[in-house]
């Protein structure tokens, strides 16, 4: 095959007259992705979307997938031809790094699904992902005066060379109050080695008619530019502002646009190789619906089979059910979407009646079951003036599965359990992971290195083949080596902070890091008060034996989450304050990044010593930072939620550091009327910290956002009840565990064994592991 050195060289030269050493970034990222596309070749879609042997679609209304050249280069085995072409030209193949980062997602729901699609390319299964391409995808997040700003964030103003637009495959999506085209952009996913191509493939809405010159020629500017502005909103933002009606609907049609019509071009291929014979449907495909968001796929997918395709209910709900398969990320009931009935009607009133219809299905067909001590109201799809979509994807479904164990478990237990009672064989659990191609391979090249010396190379498409590292966490050298390692990522992340927040950090303290969208059940909050705690307990003499501390933060809150931004903005409070401190200057730093990102992750996951996952038990379903984290040499901080409690069992409790409330304890809490006040009033540490919020000693330019937390954990405030995660009952052991990491911290030989103990034992959490299990027991792929 043509040198791939020569292919960029050629691009260059044939569309901008450019040599490497002259040519721009942007000119370089063009001509690389350019020359490696046309080795895939343009028609990778097609032969994508057509691959013999079934397919599996997952729908998603986040991919999180992060900056594409070098994870394609990596996985198309080209990094290295790219790397000495930089170097030879004189050019950094670091460069790069300030192009595209696609923010399509907001957290680990969209990140997973970016992993799941890796892994399902590098196993050679035909997997396809199907959602939206935002054009300012979350947003950009900076921070004026410590408080949260957003920006929209073009991901695409230096072009999409990666993407290619399918033109020929747009669908023609309705709603109410118009139609709009979808049009398919699509975007290879490539398998570990080249093998193997699947693809991305994002609909990008746009209006029916583009221009109409006789409202122009009248001089009704708004008019004419209606339509267009409307079909630009639907793919203009992810999760658009809620907080009102307009909002609402928007959302509802960003749900419906991506499930429409990727539902459509799948009924479309199939009717090309099959014609109408939709028996065979659930031969050729299997859907899955990761979490809610894609659930309206399932009615319009009975409308097209229905009112299009002739065939009865009855005939396609049994298609429906053997084809879609729904996983559940969460199991906080307000977090189990519901819409408003007349806000769905207003939207897309066509598709209400199948809703209708898949109620008096489950009504006839629950009436045959013993539901006792359950009735029908438990189940009802359609519930007074609301439609519950968690209900709507397990009754139209073959399968319902959590994402780690102890939360798959709360499902058939609590938050589920009257599903679980009449459908059992339906309820699995598919622990999380993450691609160790991107989450080490690529991010942590010095680490890799090391384990490669030690172990070779299969632990890239066999992450379980870490295990052989077990016996270097008992050799002092191998342990010395890796903590030198681990110092030169500290390093080089303190190198990029400085860089991008004018913020300088110490290598020597600590890391500690908590990485993950900003949520009150993650509780960046109980955080903040524990450094608040630590700091006066070192001005104040009660802590002595003390190793530095550099505590970093990444999140972004939703734009309408005021309570979040109050977080935030109540963290760089903390920050200013201690940072402006001149006793702690070789004690205490806090930072909190701007504008996270995959990017932005994949360097404070190779940097970190502690890994904060604190999230109250039984709220976290899983999370997958954690295992970034955990992968990378980090020791975890946590509760014993989500998959905190399988990375304990894989690498051992005593090489990280659990504590606080389990799920049995918080649920006792609740049951006897737990009474944070009480614990406020009888502990001066945590009423000391808790009152800054209000006694002056922080200001939130009268936004009111400190004295409504304050409330929140004293009175409660909206739905919530005090103190609604229990932070108050955690503070103490949280702090006392915290520290005691810290004193051991001091042996770097006895640390470090633990960081590579958790190195060691991160082979379960390979996505290649968890797409296995998708595709054998789920997708029968």
Known sequence: MENFKTNVVEALKLDYGKTVKDASVDEIYAAVAKAAVNRLGYDFPEKALNAGGKKAAYLSAEFLIGRLTYNNLLNMGLLGQFTELMYENGRDPGELEETEDPALGNGGLGRLAACFLDSGATLGYNLNGYGIRYKYGLFKQSFKDGFQTEEPDDWMKDGDPWSKRCEEDKVLVHFKDGDVWAVPYDMPVIAYGGKKVNTLRLWQAEPVREFDFDLFNNQEYAKEAADRNAAFGISAVLYPNDSMKAGKQLRLKQQYFFSAASVRDMIRNFKKKNGNNYKKFGNEYAIQLNDTHPTVAIPEFLRILVEEEGLTFKAALKITKETFAYTNHTVMAEALEKWDVALFKSVIPHVYKYVQALQRAMVKELSKEDLAPYSIENYNIIDGNLIHMAR??????????????????????????????????????????????????????????????????????????????????????????????????????????????????????????????????KRQLLNAFSILDIYFGLKDGRIKDFTPMCFIFGAKAAPGYFRAKGIIKYINEIGKLINSDPEMKDKLQVVFVQNYNVSYAEKLCTAADLSEQISTAGTEASGTGNMKLMLNGAVTLGTYDGANVEIVAEAGEENNYIFGKRVEEIDALKANGYDSRKIYNSNPRLKRVVDTLVDGTFSDKGTGMFKELYTSLLDGASWHKPDHYFIFADFDSYVETKLRANRDY????????????????????????????????????
Not at 497 to 516: A, R, S, T, W, Y
Not at 748 to 755: D, E, L, N
Request: glycine content about 4%; some cysteine.
């Open 392 to 521: 709507m994807a397990i009754y139209a479904t073959h399968s319902t599965n959590g994402v780690a164990a102890i939360h798959t478990e709360i499902l058939k237990n609590d938050a589920l359990k009257e599903w679980y009672k009449i459908y059992p064989e339906r309820f699995n659990n598919k622990t999380n992971g993450i691609t160790q191609r991107r989450w080490l391979a690529l991010c942590n090249r010095e680490l890799t290195g090391f384990i490669n010396d030690a172990i070779g190379q299969t632990w890239v498409t066999k992450l379980e083949e870490l295990k052989k590292l077990e016996p270097l966490a008992d050799d002092p050298e191998a342990v010395r080596k890796f903590n030198e390692i681990k110092r030169v990522k500290k390093m080089q992340l303190a190198d990029y902070i400085l860089e991008k927040e004018g913020v300088k950090i110490n290598p020597d303290f600590i890391f500690d890091v908590q990485m993950k969208r900003l949520h009150e059940y």
């Open 746 to 781: 001091k042996d770097g030989t006895a640390f470090g064994h633990k960081c590579l103990m958790n190195v060691a034992n991160a082979g379960k959490f390979s996505s290649d592991r968890t797409i296995k299990d998708y595709a054998e027991e789920i997708w029968e792929l």
